[in-house]
């Protein structure tokens, strides 16, 4: 018998387990068939505010505290999403959980007293049941409140609950090209949201903020995500796309609502970028480290309002290149003093931060953060980040 071979016999079985299995009962599972190996593991989700990583309760023993992400050394492992050993006491492996590329958490592994911990098998078995149980999380979360309630430090305003069903996962990585979002704060919203799809060569991408506050303004900004998703999978362009939700808001509502958004596609088979900005702050093109371009074509008014002009503006990126898309909440957050927290330190972070290798996902956390720490309390508008890197590999294979 090799040695992965019962790290494999685990996988399966907790592969069979999985078909009935309730989203609250995953912990007791992953230690049941983990047991045999004389393994006890601890499942972490990262929270809502990416501050804190949280464990899952397992029966018959105490649940440890929530791990701080940014001072320990399972928040090193999540955040690099690199599997990281501690000396103990008892020695550990923390495992990233993702699904796909979206970081969800961590596995912790107690293996049995004087097991090697860069044991080849012992991290091989350790990623094949920390990968299934990303997609277990990811695919059990909507049968129960579990996992959702396991992540969360405060309870959800209705607005947020609403706007969170009905966004894309955080991270999306193929082989062209990598998609990375995050919306603060996180259990108060206002209308701000994002969007993305990935179709053969094409990626669609939409960072939208809806005008006001609350509910009202996520109501707007949710119509006009439908409205833009069904134009979308029925055929239409990036001018359909705008047309179709402004037609959608105008049919709902008389009082001037309206939605500021940039909407784009980038084919990463050519490189070519296209977009139109309705009346939205100009996305940034970041190359080898450092902002090279804002996108400031392809104007016209915020959607829904009466409009007339569309105008689609072209440029095309370069191997590596990244696309920063930002909601005004971004540049407009204010410290005590006053201090916009602006454009220049918001491309400075990113070429930062971008520069020391960071995964794209792992970059947002920390502008994200910038912002909240530059205004030092609590938001006063939502803060939205969309990054997009198109890979190297599919950029080599342009034809000059």
Known sequence: MTATEPWLRALADLQLRSHRLLPDDLPMVVDTVLRPLGVTSTIYLVDAE???????????????APLPIDVSLAGRAFTQVEVHAGQGPPPRLWVPVVDGTDRLGLLEIVPPPGVDLDDAALRGGCRLVAGLIGHLITSKSSYGDGLQRARRSQPMEVSAELLWQLLPPLTFATADATISA?????????????????????????ILDGVGHGLPAVLTTSVALAAMRAARRAGSDLAGLARAVDAAILSEWRDARFVTAVLAEFDTG????RYLNAGHPPPLV?????????LTGGRRLPLGLPND????ARTRLEPDDRLLLYTDGVTEARNDAGELFGLGRLADLAE???SSG????????RLSHAV????????????????VEWSPEAAARVEP
Do not use: M, W
Request: aromatic share 4%.
């Open 50 to 64: 990416q501050c804190d990583l949280r464990p899952l309760p397992t029966p018959g023993r105490p649940t440890p």
């Open 182 to 206: 995050l919306l603060e704060p996180s259990y108060e919203v206002g209308g701000d949201a994002f969007d993305y799809a990935l179709n053969a060569n094409t990626v669609t991408l939409a």
């Open 309 to 312: 002009r569309i105008e689609v």
């Open 372 to 387: 909240i720490e530059h205004q030092d309390g609590p938001l006063r508008d939502d803060t939205t980040l969309l990054l």
């Open 352 to 354: 930062r931060h971008i």
């Open 270 to 273: 050519t490189g070519l970028l």
């Open 286 to 294: 970041l190359r080898h480290g450092r902002t090279v371009q804002a």
């Open 358 to 365: 960071l995964p794209t996902p792992e970059t947002l956390r």
